[in-house]
C-alpha cells in the first residue's frame, strides 16, 4: 500500500514539474513575440502617421512590458532540475535506464545472478553517496543563506532535489535488487506499448528472413 503511494506521488510530482516547466516556457515565448509585435506595430503605425493606431499600440506594449518574466527561465532550470532527479528514480523503477548488458545476457545461472546483482549494488553505493554528500551540501548552503539571483528564492530548497532525488533513486535501486533476488526478474520497459516500434521489428524480422 505505501509502496503503491510513494509509486503515484512519483508519477504526479514528474508530471507536474513537468507542465508547470512547458507552461512557463510557453507563456514566456509568447510574452516575447507578443512584445516584438507590439513593437513594430509601434512603429508601422508611426511611420504611416496612424496616431489611433499608434496610441492603441503604445498603451499595449507597455502593458506587455509590465510583465516581468526575467524569472521564467531561472524557474525552468530548477524545475528541469527536479524532474531530471525524480525521473531517474522513476527510470530506475520501470527499467528505462539505458544499460549496457552484453554481458550479463551472454552469461547464465550463477554467473549472470552475480554480474547482476554487482551492478545494481553499484548503483546502490553510487546513490547513496551522492545522497549523503548532497545534504551535507544543501545543509551548509541553508547555513550560507544563499538566495537565487532572479527568484530570490533560498538555494538550499532547489538544492535539496539532489539529496531527495538521489535517495529515493537508492531505494529504487535496493527496490529493483530485492525483486531480482526474490524472483530473478529485472524491471524492464515494455517495447510493446511503444507505438510503431513493434511494426518496425516485423519489419526488420521479414527483411532478414527475406
Known amino acids: 500500500m505505501i509502496l503503491r503511494i510513494l509509486d503515484r506521488l512519483e508519477e504526479i510530482l514528474i508530471s507536474v514539474l513537468m507542465a508547470l516547466a512547458v507552461t512557463i516556457i510557453f507563456v514566456a515565448v509568447v510574452h516575447r513575440f507578443s512584445l516584438g509585435f507590439a513593437a513594430d506595430l509601434v512603429a508601422y503605425a508611426r511611420t504611416h502617421e496612424m496616431e489611433g ?5 503604445r498603451s499595449v506594449y507597455k502593458a506587455i512590458n509590465g510583465l516581468k518574466l526575467t524569472w521564467a527561465q531561472e524557474a525552468c532550470i530548477y524545475l528541469f532540475v527536479w524532474m531530471a532527479k ?5 527510470g530506475v ?3 528505462i535506464h539505458v544499460g549496457v548488458d552484453i554481458l550479463a545476457e551472454r552469461l547464465q545461472g550463477g554467473a549472470r545472478r552475480l554480474i ?3 551492478a545494481m549494488s553499484g548503483g546502490i553505493i553510487f546513490t547513496a553517496i551522492v545522497a549523503w554528500i548532497g545534504a551535507d551540501f544543501v545543509w551548509h548552503v541553508r547555513e550560507g543563506g544563499q538566495t537565487s539571483p532572479d527568484l530570490e528564492y533560498p538555494m538550499w530548497i532547489i538544492y535539496l532535489a539532489v539529496p531527495l532525488g538521489s535517495a529515493l533513486m537508492c531505494f529504487r535501486f535496493i527496490q529493483a535488487l530485492w525483486l531480482f533476488l526474490a ?3 529485472i524491471a524492464h520497459h515494455d517495447h ?5 516500434l513493434e511494426d518496425e521489428t516485423d519489419d526488420l524480422a521479414k527483411g532478414g528472413r527475406a
Open 53 to 57: 493606431l499608434q496610441s492603441a499600440a
Open 86 to 90: 525524480f525521473g531517474a528514480a522513476y
Open 93 to 95: 523503477r520501470t527499467g
Open 116 to 118: 547482476t546483482t554487482i
Open 183 to 185: 524472483t530473478g526478474e
Open 192 to 196: 510493446g506499448a511503444v507505438e510503431g
